[in-house]
């Protein structure tokens, strides 16, 4: 689909335009696009900086201003539709590569998902973080956790040293986020899903996360996402990279 988006709506919109003005090919897709075509440019920002990278005899990185730190902290990723006791298998497996965090999805029930955190942090001990994403507990049909059942599960969890809570709650319910972080539980993440830069400053404006994710290519490109950290920068708030891609995301992220 998004293959279809770049060489249909995308190439009418900018083939002509000046490929070296980044800058001005952003505004006008800003300007003319929508929903998924900001999604689908993504891809196509990445490529024209590394193509003036190219020209220019530099990175990518270079482009954007260079480069900022030496090293970045990573976790394993991995964790869905299995029983406890197959999550902190998972996890005493992913930190034994050397990762210092693991992600997991929890959707078991209350009591399960406990038990869940509980396992897991017997298999991995005191130094590794556990990061939560759950999405699933919002998408259980009549099963779905309300507000309140969030809030517990948040004060369940937090003994266990939880890095961070991701997307408890549907995307756009952004007071819900806000609501639960004032109560200073455990570290609120979000952000994959926002679909504009206006999102995003809503989601830090509004106080809803402490930490804030965004794709490379989900979210506009480059350029799209040093705005996003700078953003991040200015309220304080931590940032984690996210990718719903492959592994040339995470070479662009």
């Given amino acids: 689909p998004m293959a279809g988006k770049i060489n249909g709506a995308?190439?009418?919109?900018?083939?002509?335009q000046c490929a070296t003005d980044i800058a001005a090919l952003n505004a006008?897709?800003?300007?003319?696009?929508?929903?998924?075509?900001?999604?689908?440019?993504?891809?196509?920002?990445v490529a024209l900086h590394d193509l003036l990278g190219k020209f220019e005899g530099?990175?990518?990185?270079e482009l954007l201003g260079g480069r900022?730190?030496?090293?970045?902290?990573l976790y394993g990723s991995a964790g869905m539709y299995q029983s406890p006791e197959a999550y902190a298998a998972e996890a005493a497996e992913v930190a034994s590569l050397g990762f210092t965090a693991h992600k997991y999805r929890p959707a078991l029930g209350p009591d399960e998902d406990l038990r869940t955190v509980q396992l897991?942090?017997?298999?991995?001990?005191?130094?590794?973080?556990?990061c939560l994403d759950a999405h699933g507990w919002f998408r259980m049909g009549d099963q779905s956790y309300t507000r309140g059942l969030v809030?517990?599960?948040?004060?369940?969890?937090?003994?266990?040293?939880?890095?961070?809570?991701?997307e408890p709650f549907p995307p756009e319910d952004?007071?819900?986020?806000?609501?639960l972080r004032r109560k200073n539980i455990v570290p609120i993440a979000a952000g994959e899903h926002e679909v504009s830069y206006q999102g995003f400053m809503s989601l830090m404006g509004k106080g809803c996360v402490d930490i804030v994710q965004a794709d490379v290519s989900h979210h506009g490109g480059l350029d799209s996402l040093k705005n996003i950290l700078q953003a991040c920068k200015d309220h304080g708030l931590e940032f984690?990279?996210?990718?719903?891609?492959t592994e040339l995301e995470t070479i662009a992220d």
């Fill in 58 to 61: 530099c990175t990518a990185g």
């Fill in 174 to 179: 952004h007071a819900a986020y806000a609501e």
């Fill in 68 to 73: 900022i730190q030496e090293r970045l902290r």
């Fill in 120 to 130: 897991m942090r017997e298999a991995v001990g005191p130094n590794v973080g556990l």
């Fill in 151 to 166: 809030e517990q599960m948040a004060q369940d969890i937090q003994p266990f040293g939880i890095t961070w809570l991701e």
């Fill in 10 to 16: 995308l190439r009418e919109l900018l083939v002509g």
């Fill in 240 to 245: 984690a990279f996210h990718n719903w891609g």
């Fill in 28 to 45: 006008r897709v800003a300007e003319q696009a929508k929903g998924d075509l900001l999604i689908a440019y993504g891809a196509i920002n």
